[in-house]
């Protein structure tokens, strides 16, 4: 087929190899423009899509919006069988949406309808979701509505947003391949009434920990933000990352040390931070920080 790949971040890069490792023509890459990176923060740097289409000889193309008119001849007039979506970041108008022969169809990382929206998989590991997993949709107008073509599912168990956005990326990419060898006898399948929630974007706010809450809620905070944006906690106006915790037993004031190795009071039960950064520092074992920086048992997390 020919196929305009739409997509931005690493989640989306698995599934564009694929289609080309299946033989089929990717006619562009629509992807968001380069933003500033880089150790300085200023550097443009383009996304993980365009780097990988760049690889491939494939054109790229960034436009800031789709809605205007001649963006949207641009597109039509690849004349494209089919759109892939994944993780672009910009809405597509109906003008987009119809204009490939067969339409666009989306890789959506939650078993639609649960989960609809900007950051399916860290609201499914907060919420305490058991399993999840992958939807490939045909697009229309609504946010996430479309029918489903194919779906696959899979534990979360103890894995972290990013683990699960590899896993889930990889499974994806393989189940768009087989969807679109099979698609005429795919039979799309509307979504159900009930069921439906809806994942906003995560802020960096709700990084910050709250250890009145349960331990086994903090703990899922802080596998939802690993890598990013990060759960953290305050000690001495200072900002610490905590990219890996255990549930452990104890009780205190909520957010009081334990002990001296960085187990934390929550709630109801405790969590011992076993992974840590430090503001500006790499990231590193509990144990190292702990050499260089003690956190004595009593102290008093902000």
């Not at 950064?277 to 144990?287: F, H």
């Amino acid at each position: 087929m020919r196929i305009i790949f739409m997509g931005t971040p690493d989640f989306a890069v698995p599934a564009l190899v694929a289609l080309i490792e299946a033989g089929h023509e990717v006619v562009a890459a629509y992807t968001q423009p380069p933003r500033p990176g880089g150790r300085r923060g200023k550097e443009l740097t383009p996304s993980p899509v365009q780097r990988e289409a760049e690889a491939h000889g494939i054109e790229v193309r960034h436009p800031i919006s789709l809605k205007g008119a001649d963006e949207q001849q641009a597109f039509a007039a690849m004349e494209a069988d089919i759109a892939v979506v994944a993780a672009y970041g910009l809405i597509l108008p109906q003008a987009v949406l119809d204009a490939p022969r067969l339409g666009c169809l989306n890789i959506h990382a939650s078993i639609l309808p649960r989960w609809r929206g900007a950051a399916p998989i860290q609201r499914a590991i907060l919420a305490g979701d058991p399993t999840t997993g992958v939807t490939i949709m045909q697009m229309e107008a609504g946010l996430d509505t479309g029918p489903m073509l194919a779906t696959l599912r899979t534990t979360i168990e103890r894995k972290t947003a990013g683990e699960l956005t590899a896993e889930l990326a990889d499974r994806g990419a393989q189940l768009l391949v087989g969807t679109l060898r099979d698609l005429a006898v795919h039979r799309a399948v509307r979504q159900p009434e009930d069921g439906v929630t809806y994942a906003k974007k995560i802020e960096k706010a709700e990084g910050r920990i709250d250890f009145s809450q349960e331990s086994e809620a903090v703990e899922r905070q802080v596998r939802a933000f690993t890598p990013a944006p990060g759960a953290f906690f305050e000690l001495e106006g200072e900002r610490y990352r905590v990219l890996a915790a255990d549930m452990v037993d104890g009780g205190a004031e909520p957010g009081t040390t334990l002990d001296d190795a960085l187990a934390i009071a929550c709630g109801s039960g405790a969590i011992r931070v076993t992974r840590i950064q430090r503001a500006g520092k790499p990231a590193m074992e509990s144990i190292e920080l702990l050499r260089g920086r003690p956190i004595p048992e009593g102290t008093k997390l902000g």
